[in-house]
């Protein structure tokens, strides 16, 4: 179905997403989306795409699950966003702080790396330079 439709079927998120069918389940699952049933058939809103493209984007993020269901939670809250904005700003700077450390960890890991690396070079230059 296209975006312009009012429903859409698992097939239909799952293509538009790049995304399988079983992940869809997952994220129903969790209480992210709640799609209608007719029959075994789930049909899903404009409202469960918004909520799987907002789960996607965090997961993407590297946000936990409880922080993707906090943040979707909270859209439906209220009608002032304020709070949502503050939160997501707060959830946000706390994933950049991770990802700066994880970052600093990795370049000193790097320099680690080279450093043995050199000290291997320059034990194999003396071992050749010996014989």
């Not at 049909?43 to 493209?53: C, E, N, S």
């Not at 409880?66 to 939670?73: C, S, Y």
């Not at 991770?98 to 000290?119: G, N, P, S, Y």
């Amino acid at each position: 179905m296209s975006q312009t439709a009012a429903t859409f079927a698992i097939s239909d998120l799952a293509r538009e997403f790049g995304i399988t069918p079983r992940t869809i389940r997952f994220w129903e699952d969790q209480g992210i989306l709640a799609p209608e049933r007719e029959g075994s058939k789930r049909v899903f809103t404009r409202r469960d795409r918004a909520r799987l493209k907002m789960a996607l984007r965090g997961k993407r993020l590297g946000l936990s699950l409880a922080e993707i269901k906090d943040l979707i939670g909270m859209y439906e809250s209220t009608e002032d966003e304020t709070p949502q904005l503050l939160e997501c700003l707060r959830v946000m700077e706390k994933r950049r702080a991770a990802l700066e450390q994880q970052r600093e960890d990795i370049e000193a890991m790097l320099a680690e790396i080279t450093q043995f690396e050199r000290q291997c070079e320059q034990e194999l230059t003396r071992r050749n330079a010996s014989k």
